[in-house]
């Protein structure tokens, strides 16, 4: 103990001689351990987030959605464009998935319309959701005030909506918005609901575009079709385009992520016959989080190496500061061990 004792005595003294010299060593084990950890640190938070916004998603469903045909695609239809474009999903292809393919647990259909929502003199620009009671599950919407939808609510074609909580900010100021009404195109609403808010998704991997839930406004999916029917027509700088879609889309659940990829193939064989414009589009989450999780592991790969050479490079020049004390210390060094000195 005395030795080692007073190897660290001397050591300390050593250090406190040189105190420049001393600190800039520790300065460089600093920071050279700091930017191994900030990287690392940096690369896994980014990760995170691109896969609780896939998770958030569902690894376990399937996304279907209606796109916009281009002008190719609805010449190859058979047909020349019409001056009402007719296309997406159809109730036909919900009643097909959910009556042909075993493995499904639960499917959601979804009706989406741009319009106005108004209250009196307010106005704000937003989405008609129309849905069923399943949608808050499966796109985990939390409920603030009052209730969600229910499957009595779609039934009876009932004239309620359930806002999100900046509609309910914007439309109803100083006054609590649950049983006020809202209108919706010629028609009056009462509001049973306001959802929280839930932050604008990114669009991921460029086959699922960006969406602000933060200004829609659900409604049953029965009283959707009622009262806005199929045909959306849309008067803008003088010119008038009328499109007609039955459903926006169609989101499928099976039982577990072992089911999932060998449903895909049969979702497709469910569809794609009845659709030769190429006017859907699949989203398979599952998919994009294995891709993410890829792309994450190659990231911190780049980063840690990164990290690694800064830190190499610092414990370089701690060792040519460490030779350049040895160095100087060689005479001293000499003189001991000839008068006696030991090997510590």
Same mark, same amino acid.
């Given at each position: 103990?005395?030795?080692?004792?007073?190897?660290?005595?001397?050591?300390? +003294?050593?250090?406190?001689?040189?105190?420049?010299?001393?600190?800039?060593?520790v300065?460089?084990?600093? *920071?050279?351990?700091?930017?191994?950890?900030?990287? $690392?640190s940096?690369?896994?938070g980014?990760?995170?987030?691109?896969?609780?916004?896939?998770?958030?998603?569902?690894?376990?469903?399937?996304?279907?959605?209606?796109?916009?045909?281009?002008?190719?695609?609805?010449?190859?239809?058979? !047909?020349?464009?019409?001056?009402i474009?007719?296309?997406?999903?159809?109730?036909? #292809?919900f009643?097909?998935?959910?009556?042909?393919?075993?493995?499904?647990?639960?499917?959601?259909?979804i009706?989406?319309?741009?319009?106005?929502?108004?209250?009196?003199?307010?106005?704000?620009? =937003?989405?008609?959701? =129309?849905?069923?009671?399943?949608?808050?599950?499966?796109?985990?919407? &939390?409920? &603030? +005030?009052?209730? *969600?939808?229910?499957?009595? #609510?779609?039934?009876?074609?009932?004239?309620?909506?359930?806002?999100?909580?900046?509609?309910? &900010?914007? $439309? *109803?100021?100083?006054?609590?918005?649950?049983g006020?009404?809202?209108?919706?195109?010629?028609?009056?609403?009462?509001?049973?609901?306001?959802?929280?808010?839930?932050?604008?998704?990114?669009?991921?991997?460029?086959?699922?575009?960006?969406?602000?839930? !933060?200004? #829609?406004?659900?409604?049953? %999916?029965?009283?959707?079709?009622?009262? *806005?029917?199929?045909?959306?027509?849309?008067?803008?700088?003088?010119s008038?385009?009328?499109?007609?879609?039955? %459903?926006?889309?169609?989101?499928? &659940?099976?039982?577990?992520?072992?089911?999932? %990829?060998?449903?895909?193939?049969?979702?497709?064989?469910?569809?794609?016959?009845?659709?030769? +414009?190429?006017?859907?589009?699949?989203?398979?989450p599952?998919? $994009?989080?294995?891709?993410?999780?890829?792309?994450?592991?190659?990231?911190?790969?780049? %980063?840690?190496?990164?990290?690694?050479?800064?830190?190499?490079?610092? =414990?370089?020049?701690?060792m040519?500061?460490?030779?350049?004390?040895?160095?100087?210390?060689?005479?001293?060094i000499?003189?001991?061990?000839?008068?006696?000195? +030991?090997?510590?």
């Open positions: 103990m005395g030795r080692i004792w007073r190897g660290l005595r001397l050591g300390m +003294k050593s250090l406190l001689l040189h105190k420049l010299r001393s600190g800039l060593t300065l460089g084990i600093v *920071f050279g351990v700091a930017a191994v950890i900030s990287m $690392l940096i690369a896994e980014t990760a995170r987030v691109a896969r609780e916004q896939i998770r958030a998603l569902g690894a376990t469903n399937i996304i279907i959605r209606s796109v916009k045909p281009s002008e190719e695609n609805q010449a190859s239809g058979g !047909n020349r464009p019409a001056m474009l007719n296309y997406g999903l159809k109730y036909s #292809d009643d097909r998935i959910v009556e042909t393919i075993p493995t499904i647990k639960k499917v959601l259909p009706r989406e319309i741009r319009k106005q929502i108004r209250r009196g003199a307010l106005t704000v620009e =937003g989405r008609v959701v =129309g849905t069923t009671e399943e949608y808050a599950d499966f796109n985990l919407r &939390q409920i &603030q +005030k009052g209730r *969600f939808l229910t499957a009595s #609510d779609n039934e009876k074609y009932e004239n309620f909506a359930v806002c999100r909580r900046r509609n309910g &900010q914007n $439309l *109803f100021p100083y006054e609590d918005p649950i006020q009404s809202i209108k919706l195109g010629s028609d009056y609403y009462t509001v049973v609901g306001v959802t929280r808010e839930r932050e604008s998704s990114a669009g991921i991997g460029g086959s699922l575009a960006a969406q602000d839930y !933060n200004r #829609d406004v659900y409604i049953p %999916l029965n009283t959707c079709k009622l009262r *806005f029917g199929e045909r959306i027509i849309d008067n803008r700088s003088g008038r385009q009328a499109e007609e879609t039955q %459903l926006t889309q169609i989101t499928v &659940q099976v039982g577990s992520m072992d089911e999932v %990829l060998p449903t895909v193939p049969l979702i497709e064989a469910a569809y794609e016959p009845y659709h030769p +414009k190429k006017d859907v589009e699949k989203t398979v599952y998919d $994009l989080l294995l891709q993410a999780e890829k792309q994450a592991r190659q990231f911190t790969i780049i %980063l840690g190496t990164i990290a690694a050479i800064s830190l190499l490079v610092g =414990g370089i020049g701690i040519n500061i460490m030779l350049a004390t040895v160095t100087e210390r060689t005479r001293e000499g003189i001991r061990r000839a008068l006696g000195a +030991k090997r510590p």
